[in-house]
């Protein structure tokens, strides 16, 4: 419904927006910048939560005691993350049951990165180094995004990304540092997840619908292949020091750009993953809707709870 007052709300909306300050919960905006932070921030809290399945899987088998509590606080972590944008994507108006329904259903996406395999203790590993690199070129500059909540929301999910990028680096390190078996172990995990990682940054900026507006509203700083080109340059150092190759035979310094070039990634594959044809889409959606499942009587306990006490009862 427009009102009269809009051409000025709009007006201040779109000064607020070049001036770099931040949009609130209760101030005036388009409906489609609206649309467009739920869509990426409930993407966002989905990676998060589906994105602690695939280390999950191997919190039973880590090597050691030491090792099992860092991937425990690092799972624990996304959880975390997860709740905090949920909260995030709450202030736009839409519920986290909506939300849940239509990551179930698949009217949502999360992180194509999830819908691979940890098929060795090296992924968790090459999962904290490279995904949770990926996640921190991408969500630093988040942290200036221009709607207030989210931004804020960042702050705090990239301090706790630190500490998971190195935790992976460091187990790394330590295989790389061991048998030879353990250096296969690590140079076959880098070599699968190293292109999904470049996918993680979206579709090449000429393919993305979305980030010439998003750029437009502040709600990206970067563009998808700016961040790509970030990670790569930051990766190459890190994987010289581990003492493992990136599997990108086109990967080298250009001097006049001062950045590495890199090929390609395969799109096919990625469109493939992005629309549900990855290796791990359905057993992902179908952990989650189990866990959600489960949870119901906890929901409902709660929810009684709440009645009882808004009724001015005593809970029990
Ligand atoms: N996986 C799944 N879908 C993807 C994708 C990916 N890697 N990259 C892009 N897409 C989808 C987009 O959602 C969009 O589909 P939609 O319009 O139906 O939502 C379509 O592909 C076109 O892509 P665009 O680049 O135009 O879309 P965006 O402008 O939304 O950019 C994005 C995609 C860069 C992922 C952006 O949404 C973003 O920065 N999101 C916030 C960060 C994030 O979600 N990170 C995911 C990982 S979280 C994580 O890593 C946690 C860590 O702890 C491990």
């Known amino acids: 419904m427009t009102t009269a007052a809009e ?32 869509r990426q921030i409930a993407q966002h809290a989905h ?17 050691s005691l030491r090792r099992k509590a860092v991937l425990l606080a690092k799972v624990q972590d996304e ?47 090459t999962i904290g180094w490279l995904v949770d690199g990926a996640a921190i070129c991408n969500q630093v500059p988040l942290c200036r995004t221009s709607y207030g909540p ?4 960042m702050i705090r999910v990239c301090k706790e990304e630190s500490f998971h990028q190195r935790q992976g680096f460091e187990l790394l390190m330590t295989m790389m540092r061991g048998t030879d078996e353990q250096r296969e172990m690590v140079q076959e995990s880098v070599n699968r997840f190293w292109w999904p990682a470049l996918m993680m940054f979206g579709p090449p900026d000429d393919a993305s619908p979305n980030t010439a507006r998003s750029m437009a509203w502040g709600i990206k700083r970067d563009t998808n292949d700016e961040l790509r080109q970030r990670f790569v340059d ?82 029990r």
């Open 47 to 63: 990676s998060e939560v589906i994105g602690m399945q695939p280390e999950g899987d191997w919190l039973t088998r880590a090597p």
């Open 234 to 315: 930051m990766s190459v150092p890190q994987a010289e020091v581990l003492g493992v190759t990136l599997p990108d035979p086109e990967l080298a310094w250009n001097e006049q750009r001062q950045a590495h070039d890199f090929g390609e990634p395969d799109w096919d594959e990625f469109w493939a993953v992005v629309n549900g044809d990855g290796p791990c889409n359905a057993q992902r959606i179908e952990h989650r809707r189990r866990a959600h499942d489960d949870g119901a009587w906890v929901r409902a306990a709660a929810t009684a709870f709440a009645a009882r006490q808004a009724e001015g009862g005593r809970g």
């Open 150 to 153: 989210y931004g804020r929301a």
């Open 79 to 125: 959880a975390g993350h997860g709740l905090y944008l949920y909260s995030a994507c709450e202030t736009l108006g839409v519920t986290r049951r909506e939300l849940t329904e239509k990551l179930l259903d698949g009217r949502q996406k999360y992180s194509s990165i999830f819908n691979y395999p940890t098929l060795s203790y090296a992924d968790v590993g």
């Open 7 to 38: 051409p000025r709300l709009a007006e201040h909306f779109e000064a607020t927006i070049a001036r770099h300050d931040r949009i609130e919960p209760r101030d005036w905006m388009p409906e489609a910048y609206r649309a467009t932070l739920v």
